[in-house]
């Protein structure tokens, strides 16, 4: 007995493709897209299309929500901040967008003696004197106002 080849899938969909052409179900009323072939999918007579139209007909209608988020993001990109890196505003405009996947009140209390070892070295800067803060009295006296005229005149 001769044994028929397993269909390709480009076969799969020419054959789903062929028996929607002929298919004699119709959308209900107040049927949705997406709700339309969801039925479809479950009759069982199709498997390829309904994904396909996941993909086609979830995609936003209107351009709305992504001038929102793109809002967001202006709002966050200032002269002020221009150096944030692409990856931190992704993650503020996701998160901004999606206030439900974050709970601020499930955040770990730190405590007050291990706050400075949370806080990155490059925001922080010590307001406390320090030995440099005479090393640098020294350096601004070698360039007092007089020697940055005089450089100035070229003299």
Known sequence: ATQRPFP???DRVS???RNWEIDQT???ANEDVL???MRMEHSGGYSILPRVAKVL???P???????R???VCGEMVTSQRASLSNENVDMCAFLNRNEAFVDIAQCESIPDDELDSHIPQCVSYVMEATP???EDEMILDLFSQASVEEEEKGV
């Open 8 to 10: 390709t899938q480009p």
């Open 15 to 17: 054959q789903e493709l």
């Open 26 to 28: 119709e959308m209900r």
């Open 35 to 37: 709700a339309f072939w």
């Open 57 to 59: 007909f979830a995609l």
């Open 61 to 67: 209608s209107s351009s709305a929500q992504i001038e």
């Open 69 to 71: 988020d793109f809002s």
């Open 132 to 134: 440099r803060d005479d």
